[in-house]
Antibody
Framework: QVQLVQSGAEVKQPGASVRVSCRPSGYNLNNYYIHWVRQAPGQGLEWMGW????????KYAEQFQGRVTVAWDLSISAAYMELSRLRTDDTAIYFC??????????????WGQGSLVTVSS | DIQMTQSPSSLSASVGDRVTITCRAS??????VNWYQQKSGEAPKFLIY???GLQSGVPSRFSGSGSGTDFTLTISALQPEDFRTYYC?????????FGGGTRVEIK
């Protein structure tokens, strides 16, 4: 079955960077875009960006431009999201999510379990 | 950016009740709306795509309707496992945006 398994919780200081990984399984990785979505404590959902695992193409939400990198790590067959220059308001659960089949549908059909990133001095 | 305004932000209902959640887009998004259900502490679950397409495995008591700017999610008869938070999301254009969520609580 389709699974997306994410890396564990992280605690970082302001100004640092964090990398969250997402390892998909149970389907042809090349056929589905991967998105990143975050959720601050007690808040709603915020889309961050996507990657096409086949081409490596990416697109980011404007508010994260310059601070976020989404890429595919061939060595572990996993996507990762790296967020730099962390602020306390970046404290959130970070989710990866798989799109629908056959292209970019801007939909989140399957989700990883989430990775809590806490930014605190 | 397209704003998705969801209402109500919370509601109280009983098992067996019919519940309707609305979502209004700040511009015409045709039928590009998805709905998600989230249990506290867990990842969201994909319920409905393209306004009314039921994701595999989702019970038929869930349904969606609407087009243009106004959309609804209806649960025909609430079950105990439906007391969760629901989000709409526009899939029309980037940046993808969500409604603020509707928390369905037990009366």
């Amino acid at each position: 079955q389709v699974q997306l398994v994410q890396s564990g919780a992280e605690v970082k200081q302001p100004g640092a960077s964090v990398r969250v990984s997402c390892r998909p399984s149970g389907y042809n990785l090349n056929n589905y875009y991967i998105h990143w979505v975050r959720q601050a404590p007690g808040q709603g959902l915020e889309w961050m960006g996507w990657i096409n695992p086949y081409s490596g193409a990416t697109k980011y939400a404007e508010q994260f431009q310059g601070r976020v990198t989404v890429a595919w790590d061939l060595s572990i067959s996993a996507a990762y999201m790296e967020l730099s220059r962390l602020r306390t308001d970046d404290t959130a659960i970070y989710f990866c999510a798989r799109d629908l089949v056959g292209g970019l549908h801007y939909s989140f059909q399957f989700w990883g379990q989430g990775s809590l990133v806490t930014v605190s001095s | 950016d397209i704003q998705m305004t969801q209402s109500p932000s919370s509601l109280s209902a009983s098992v067996g009740d019919r519940v309707t959640i609305t979502c209004r887009a700040s511009q015409n998004i045709r039928t590009y709306v998805n709905w998600y259900q989230q249990k506290s502490g867990e990842a969201p679950k994909f319920l409905i795509y393209g306004v009314s397409g039921l994701q595999s495995g989702v019970p038929s008591r869930f349904s969606g309707s609407g087009s243009g700017t106004d959309f609804t999610l209806t649960i025909s008869a609430l079950q105990p496992e439906d007391f969760r938070t629901y989000y709409c999301q526009q899939s029309f254009t980037s940046p993808l945006t969500f409604g603020g969520g509707t928390r369905v609580e037990i009366k």
